[in-house]
């Protein structure tokens, strides 16, 4: 099984619209959570980090669920420019902190 | 100027041959990691630094060496590319202090794209 995954898309939808997908963990002693926004061949950027209570930047709003190990990013109000490939990625502490990517969501907000 | 720099961007090479990807920071960060990102796989850890002298292997290391020189630079090195070493490479940065603002937040050079035939 995958330590992270994504649906991959493609999500379409017309500007203005609210789009929201979720990304499933697999390791329980996940610590941080944040999610990448990436556009076609260049390189991810950070779009947020997702705290425990939930946050919101704007038109963007992460969730966090401890419990059924997933978190979610919902977009409101979709602009054309909106239109990336958005990575879920996961942080674990054991010996060392690792980061785990999932796959990408793409999203394609059309006119 | 980026503040993290990949060369080169592109490259086309043959089976066999030596390939190096280099990569330069001006963010100041003590970490550095290479990264592979292939279609439909999320990116994978090749190798990381968290310092000049110290090396790690990550997820995929097999096939690769790298090689800290400065705090700043970071290269990776295929010492025999093969076809399935094809991949879009990235090179990236993070602070080194855990809890400070911006830890464990990855910048991203914008990517070396290698090819091998």
């Known amino acids: 099984r995958k330590e992270v995954e994504q649906d991959p898309g493609p999500f379409n939808v017309p500007e203005g619209a609210t789009v929201a997908f979720n990304c499933t963990y697999s390791?329980?002693?996940?610590?941080?959570f944040f999610w990448y926004r990436q556009d076609c061949r260049k390189e991810p950027k950070l779009l947020m980090s997702?705290?425990?209570s939930g946050n919101e930047d704007g038109r963007f709003t992460a969730q966090l669920n401890r419990a059924s190990q997933y978190i979610s990013l919902l977009i409101r109000d979709s602009k054309l420019s909106d239109s990336a490939t958005y990575l879920c990625v996961v942080g674990i502490r054991s010996n060392d902190y690792k980061l785990s990517f999932g796959a990408g969501t793409t999203v394609t907000v059309r006119a | 100027d980026a503040d993290v720099t990949q060369t080169p961007r592109n490259r086309i090479t043959k089976t066999g041959k030596r390939i190096m990807l280099e990569c330069s920071q001006t963010?100041?960060?003590?970490?550095m990691y290479w990264y592979r990102q292939d279609p439909g796989l999320g990116l994978r850890l090749i190798y990381y630094?968290?310092?000049?002298?110290?090396?790690n292997k990550g997820e995929i290391s097999d096939g690769y060496s790298v090689s800290r020189q400065a705090q700043a630079k970071f290269s990776l090195s295929l010492e025999s590319a093969i076809p399935n070493q094809t991949a879009l490479y990235f090179c990236?940065?993070?602070?080194?202090?855990?809890?400070?603002?911006?830890?464990?937040?990855?910048?991203f050079g914008a990517g070396s794209r290698l090819t091998v035939l």
């Open positions: 390791n329980s002693a996940s610590q941080s």
């Open positions: 990236a940065t993070s602070p080194s202090r855990t809890g400070a603002s911006g830890a464990n937040v990855l910048t």
């Open positions: 997702v705290y425990s």
């Open positions: 963010k100041g960060h003590d970490r």
């Open positions: 630094s968290f310092d000049v002298k110290d090396i």
